[in-house]
């Protein structure tokens, strides 16, 4: 088997505290997937022997140098207290072989697989493997080109089949090649698996759960579960942790409203958190970059109040606040630590109302 059934996590590093710097290295690498036809680029982030802090530019993980001159250009005139232009560069570290769990990131709508670099990096550091694909036809690039498919039932499907194949790919080896395989060979567990969803993404996610039961547990930012009647909260069968921004000008009230009520219906424990003057994209180092990607980023006319004008939460402090959060969740989840649970009880930082928790009926 690809993965390591049921393989602890290693005690090759010191115990750290969840929300501090995690006791992994930080390591990277890119699968390619085969998935319907598409060619389906696959961002791997994955804990190392060796720590670093080295940074290199966001468009460094450019599949191409037209992009990578694209990204260059965007973040060249994005507002630096926004977007989060550097990144750790992962590149060439010696993976631990400890049977970390797997989390998969679904972006939102016209978005990227880089877009949550930052939650990627620091659960990697606490020993986890993230994966995020672009979903190719819904991704950024796609709609630059003309070539999206469009916010659509037919959309969700094809992303629902990204993240299977991303499963599949990391726990059993399916479409990797043979060098990746080899470089991820016992890094992956094969027990249960956390999905993580960004706007479109948390109707990704929750899609995907219903129909496989390797998955462990669900994070949503910014997004209701349910947006085309296929999979009713009522059915989510795994934990859920849920943010939500007080200030979505993207969504919208009604959008809000939609992700509160849906997650009142959900019958497992739960965990409910609202992130005060965050907007949509506060959650992403992408905050900014374009102006679709704004609301988040600077001033803004209040959602409750339009004659209001606001600042938005620092992006820093959102993402920061969002990858502790995601720390905690995964940690209680996936590897049944209890200082998960009493992470996502602290109100780590004053932008926060919350966390509420209701435990399963």
Same mark, same amino acid.
């Given at each position: 088997?690809?993965?390591?059934?049921?393989?602890?996590?290693?005690?090759?590093?010191?115990?750290?505290?969840?929300?501090?710097?995690?006791?992994?290295?930080? +390591?990277?690498?890119?699968?390619?997937?085969? %998935?319907?036809?598409?060619?389906?680029?696959?961002?791997?982030?994955?804990?190392?022997?060796?720590? !670093?802090?080295? !940074?290199?530019?966001? !468009?460094?993980?450019?599949?191409?140098?037209?992009?990578?001159? $694209?990204? #260059?250009?965007?973040?060249?005139?994005?507002?630096?207290?926004?977007?989060?232009?550097?990144?750790?560069?992962?590149?060439?570290?010696?993976?631990?072989?400890?049977?970390?769990?797997?989390?998969?990131?679904?972006?939102?709508?016209?978005?990227?697989?880089?877009? +949550?670099? $930052?939650?990627?990096?620091?659960?990697?550091?606490?020993?986890?493997?993230?994966?995020?694909?672009?979903?190719?036809?819904?991704?950024?690039?796609?709609?630059?080109?003309?070539?999206?498919?469009?916010?659509?039932?037919?959309?969700?499907?094809?992303? %629902?089949?990204?993240?299977?194949?991303?499963?599949?790919?990391?726990?059993?080896?399916?479409?990797?090649?043979?060098?990746?395989?080899?470089?991820?060979?016992?890094?992956?567990?094969?027990?249960?698996?956390?999905?993580?969803?960004?706007?479109?993404?948390?109707?990704? %996610?929750?899609?995907?759960?219903?129909?496989?039961?390797?998955?462990?547990?669900?994070?949503?930012?910014?997004?209701?579960?349910?947006?085309?009647?296929?999979?009713?909260?009522?059915?989510?069968?795994?934990?859920?942790?849920?943010?939500?921004?007080?200030?979505?000008?993207?969504?919208?009230?009604?959008?809000?409203?939609?992700?509160? !009520? $849906?997650?009142?219906?959900?019958?497992?424990?739960?965990?409910? %958190?609202?992130?005060?003057?965050?907007?949509?994209?506060?959650?992403?180092?992408?905050?900014?970059?374009?102006? $679709?990607?704004? #609301?988040?980023?600077?001033?803004?006319?209040?959602?409750?109040?339009?004659?209001?004008?606001?600042?938005?939460?620092?992006?820093?402090?959102?993402?920061?606040?969002?990858?502790?959060?995601?720390?905690?969740?995964?940690?209680?989840?996936?590897?049944?630590?209890?200082?998960?649970?009493?992470?996502? +009880?602290?109100?780590?930082?004053?932008?926060?109302?919350?966390?509420?928790?209701?435990?399963?009926?």
């Amino acid at each position: 088997m690809f993965a390591l059934a049921g393989c602890p996590a290693p005690d090759v590093a010191p115990p750290a505290a969840l929300d501090g710097a995690g006791p992994f290295g930080v +390591a990277r690498t890119r699968l390619a997937l085969d %998935v319907g036809g598409r060619d389906v680029p696959v961002e791997v982030w994955y804990p190392a022997e060796e720590k !670093s802090a080295a !940074s290199v530019p966001l !468009s460094t993980f450019a599949l191409d140098d037209t992009r990578a001159a $694209q990204w #260059t250009e965007w973040l060249s005139a994005a507002p630096s207290e926004c977007v989060r232009g550097e990144v750790l560069e992962g590149s060439g570290g010696s993976p631990v072989r400890g049977g970390f769990p797997l989390i998969v990131m679904s972006h939102c709508h016209e978005c990227s697989r880089l877009g +949550a670099a $930052q939650i990627a990096e620091t659960l990697t550091a606490h020993g986890f493997v993230v994966a995020a694909p672009d979903h190719v036809g819904g991704d950024l690039f796609s709609a630059l080109a003309g070539e999206s498919t469009g916010f659509s039932p037919t959309t969700l499907t094809t992303r %629902v089949a990204d993240v299977n194949a991303v499963v599949d790919g990391l726990h059993a080896g399916v479409g990797l090649t043979t060098q990746t395989a080899s470089l991820l060979e016992g890094v992956v567990s094969a027990d249960e698996v956390g999905l993580i969803g960004h706007s479109f993404g948390v109707t990704t %996610v929750n899609t995907v759960h219903r129909e496989d039961d390797r998955i462990g547990s669900l994070m949503a930012l910014a997004g209701p579960l349910n947006v085309f009647g296929e999979v009713p909260a009522e059915e989510v069968t795994v934990p859920l942790l849920a943010l939500r921004s007080t200030e979505d000008n993207t969504i919208g009230a009604v959008g809000n409203d939609l992700i509160r !009520s $849906q997650f009142d219906q959900v019958p497992r424990e739960k965990w409910f %958190v609202d992130v005060l003057d965050g907007g949509h994209y506060s959650f992403l180092d992408i905050c900014g970059l374009l102006d $679709q990607f704004g #609301t988040g980023c600077g001033e803004d006319q209040r959602q409750t109040d339009p004659a209001e004008l606001f600042s938005y939460l620092a992006p820093a402090r959102a993402r920061a606040l969002t990858a502790t959060y995601a720390v905690a969740f995964f940690s209680l989840t996936l590897k049944g630590d209890e200082r998960g649970r009493a992470l996502l +009880a602290d109100k780590i930082d004053d932008a926060v109302l919350g966390p509420e928790f209701i435990p399963a009926p």
